[in-house]
């Protein structure tokens, strides 16, 4: 019982060799060490007892001793010279998309009749409002194929916004000053300059857009 529990307490100390061909080689050798870097500290295999460089160098002048010294000395410098384990990748919310894509985004799908995916992108209290994807193709389709573009000409942070509309008030807001390219005619173009307002949800941006009193009646 009691040689299994020293063995059980040698298990316990790290083995920190790295797969280097020098500590392969000190690895077939059953009195060999394992050796903290950092620390410059080896434990011995055999008897599980830990010591520095600078104590061995003290402990003595004898041949088996300098064999030691030359063994750990290796160990030490294997462990110094290999490479450096990757880096812990920690958790993390997804970074925050641009304000300006996020609406350039939700145009394009609107402009490709994608109404689900744009669907997706409204701010909750619209996503309410329209009450579906379906009810929100019906309510955009006629127009959405007109717009050809837009261009962010200025955006500000605000700390919160009252969306009179919705009725309700939206903590962490970017305000957008965006002018629209739409087609009026087949051979029309204009531009229509406006100021919108997206929310932060989800790690990114979500767009307002309610339905007129028209589509709701």
Not at 35 to 62: N, Q
Not at 66 to 72: A, D, F, Q, Y
Not at 75 to 104: H, M, T
């Amino acid at each position: 019982m009691l040689t299994d529990l020293l063995r059980r307490w040698r298990e316990g100390f790290p083995a920190s060799l790295p797969a280097t061909a020098a500590s392969a080689a000190l690895d077939r050798d059953p009195d060999t060490v394992l050796v903290d870097a950092r620390t410059r500290t080896f434990w011995s295999r055999s008897t599980g007892t830990s010591t520095t460089l600078v104590e061995t160098a003290d402990a003595g002048a004898g041949g088996v001793e300098v064999e030691t010294v030359g063994r750990r000395v290796a160990a030490l410098l294997a462990a110094r010279d290999a490479p450096p384990p990757p880096p812990v990748r920690e958790p993390r919310e997804p970074p925050e998309a641009d304000p300006g894509r996020s609406e350039e985004r939700f145009v394009e799908l609107l402009r490709d009749g994608r109404f689900e995916a744009a669907f997706g992108l409204l701010a909750a209290p619209c996503q309410e409002r329209w009450g579906s994807p379906h009810a929100f193709a019906a309510g955009q389709g006629a127009t959405a194929r007109n717009l050809l573009g837009l261009s962010v000409r200025q955006a500000r942070r605000l700390a919160d916004w009252v969306d009179a509309e919705g009725g309700c008030v939206h903590r962490d807001v970017v305000e957008l000053d965006i002018d629209y390219r739409v087609r009026l005619s087949s051979s029309t173009m204009a531009t229509v300059s406006r100021t919108v307002h997206l929310v932060a949800a989800g790690g990114g941006w979500r767009s307002i857009c309610y339905p007129s009193a028209a589509a709701t009646t």
